[in-house]
DNA sequence: AATTCGGGGCG
DNA sequence: CGCCCAGAATT
């Protein structure tokens, strides 16, 4: 196999050194690989030290809250991963003793763990010959064979997995993959790939043709829908007024403040008063906006403002509305933007002490 | 097969 | 701004 030889070679003299590669513990490949789905390395590496330093072992995790797990993934996106990680470490220790299943199949069938989560874990903790496909093996692949079909199909994924499956080495199979993710991300990058310092490059078909820049094709994303929203800031004995969002949906179980979807033909304070009031039963006086921020998701684009409120009679709060302290602001998971402002007004609280 | 899940960094 | 990133679950 030369393609592996060489790839292996390269990978021997220059791969990089991450905190998740100091052992290849089954519980630490599984938590870097759940982090690392679609989010870049360099984010990464800080949450999963101080996750490592927090929940050493999978049963520290186990016996942790899920909205003490949220907090500290906050910030890094996709919080069904860290629920389903929680579960997962949950039933590997009911239904595995606290042992990760050492196969692919059986890795593949804990929560969150897909097709390419499963490979990674099984090769780089078990040494098995599973392979591991996601979107640097994807764009490597259509370029060293010249695959001109969209990498996003299905029927594009199993071509890929048979020509790895044939070409990957059986002695080092974890090393293999990782190599993998190595050239993806210094040498066969997305755009203008480095193809003078690639030790695939005389395998290359697309280096060849002189086609690596067009490869590879993927069908264009939506653009995403536009929201706008009003937020309403309530500030009284040190503490913020914050609500739960719902179990299910976007943001699941994080808290924001409390927030109004704006129609086109309403205004601002009234629908942020009318919330506030039939969530809270409380009397509420909007004032001046203090923020406003424009932010993106992948598939949605919140144009939020954060007004201030005042109360002007009640104190009675309905569930699932909460006082949080500015001192604690940091002991719940916060949805998106909404961390921005509590962090804000968190230290301009401290200064005024 | 198509949608829904976040967030950040970079040219 | 557009692009894409160590994807998986749901519909």
Known sequence: MVLATQLLDWYDKNSRDLPWRKDNDAYKVWVSEIMLQQTRVEVVKDYYTRWMERFPTLEALAQTSEQEVLTYWQGLGYYNRARNLLSGVREVCAEYGGKVPDNAPAIQKLPGVGEYTAGA???????????????????????LFCLEEDIT????????????RDHMSVERPGDFNQALMDLGSM???PQRPRCQL????TLCEAQARDVQDVLPVRTPKKAPLHIKLAAGIVI??????????????MLAGMWEFPTVELAEDDSTSERLKTRIKSDLQQEVCVGKRLFHYIHTFSHRKWDISFYQCQWLAGNTISFPAHWLGLSELDTVPWAGPHRKVATVLGEQFTQEL
């Not at 874990?121 to 098995?128: E, K």
């Not at 010959?129 to 093996?137: E, F, L, R």
């Not at 004995?237 to 299910?248: E, F, G, K, V």
């Open 198 to 201: 690639c030790p695939l490059a």
């Open 187 to 189: 040498v066969c990058i």
């Open 153 to 164: 199909k299905q029927a594009t994924k199993r071509k890929i997995d048979r020509l790895i």
């Open 236 to 249: 009284q004995s040190s503490s913020l007024l914050i609500t739960q969002r719902p179990a299910t949906g």
């Open 121 to 143: 874990i099984a090769s780089i903790a078990y040494n098995r010959p599973s392979p591991a496909i996601d979107g640097n093996v994807l764009r490597i692949f259509s370029r």
